[in-house]
């Protein structure tokens, strides 16, 4: 695999720490945000707290002559009254008394007037308000108190505004926030780091397993020996193992079947060079010698499909229970196909089933029946009589016999007896094919 493939491929680590880094820092980051806005509304109320203490002391200055609509208000207030309210004089504060009827008494006249009203739960004990606003295009956050008024000479209601630029609580506020990000990103980074490590020491394993499968040479097959692993990866080293196993069994079958597969074939390949050499030699007439090269070349094409044959049961023993088959439908399709060779025979050919159904796959029962059917009707007399006979006796066995000169009777199980029944392949008769002897070994069953 190429380095670009296998960054592209899905990796344990990175879906580990994507899975726990991602919630991770969602989680950090609703919380920085939630704890600035909770800084910032600590951080209003600290300032908001000053404003009414400017408002209260504003309302010590006032004085009032006559009683309620006919009262006169009168104010003297210095500025420097407020300068001590003043944050290291980065903020600025304004001011403005007027009446309930908005009337001005004193202070700055373009501070617009108050025109809402009381919460019904005021945060303090007094009459107060609390709002945003512009004043000389600036933002500001303003305190209002009504504030009773009383004297010898009179009672009223004042009407206090105080104004406070918010240099201090933006420049407070971008430092809260730094310092909170920087906290976060500490913690995120050591969580970061934490995870990474136990990522990379819970995952060397793996890369432990995937080095000793790396340093393995070509050809070694051998189980794999990691006890040690962790549990969660015993099932996938015991499903390799298995897997080694069956490629090493499959490997073990392919080099003996070229080995017997060239050591069958030496010998006629042997002979019909000889004959080639012959013929071309004269020392036998074209016609004879043509007639021994088309019996060599025959004898050559039977064992080559008799090995292909045993390659094939091989592969099929692979592979899952086959599922059932109708073994008199398929012995009947087979004499059908062999027909042709019947008739070329002159043979008294008759053929009598019961259904059967066996557990066997079906090109493997179809090559036990055309192996057994070919043989029978090459090694019968000519014009003799061939009589094939499908029977299952009491459930157990199934009985396909071929009646001739010389007779055939394979007993098979059909696809739900007992796995305790088991018989030997013996042949009786010196025309069995090799294959048909391995096909028949394979599902236990008996040549008789």
Known sequence: MTRTAAWRAPSLRRRLLLGILLPVVAFIGFNTLSLYRQTLTSLNTAYDRTLLASAKTISEQLDVSGYDDAAQLRAIVPYAALE????DNQSHMF????????EMVSGFAEL??????IPDRPPYAALVDF??????GERVRVAVLLQPVASASGRGMAVIQVAETLEVRETLALQILWNTLARQAL??????L????????????????SQQLQARPDGDLSPIAASSAPRELQPLIDSTNQVMQRLQHLLRHQKRFVRDTSHQLRTPLAVLKTQVQSALRGDVPPHQALREISDTVDRATQLANQMLALAKVEQLRQQSTPPP???????????????????????D????????TVRAHEWMLRELARNLLHNAIRHAPQGSELAVDLRCNDHQWCSPSATMAAASTMNWPPAFSSPSRRATCAPAAAWVWPSAMKLCRRWAAALR
């Open 84 to 87: 001590a309210f003043e944050a």
């Open 95 to 102: 001011y403005r008394i007027s009446t309930l009827q908005g």
């Open 112 to 117: 617009p007037a108050w025109q809402g009203r």
């Open 131 to 136: 709002y945003d606003d512009q004043f000389r």
């Open 187 to 192: 913690l995120i980074a050591v969580i970061a």
């Open 194 to 209: 934490t995870v990474v490590i136990v990522v990379q020491r819970a995952t060397r394993s793996v890369r432990q397993l």
């Open 325 to 347: 088959t109708r073994f008199d439908d398929l012995l009947r399709a087979v004499a059908l196909d062999l027909s042709p060779l019947i008739a070329q025979r002159d043979l």
């Open 349 to 356: 050919f008759g053929i009598q089933t019961e259904p059967a």
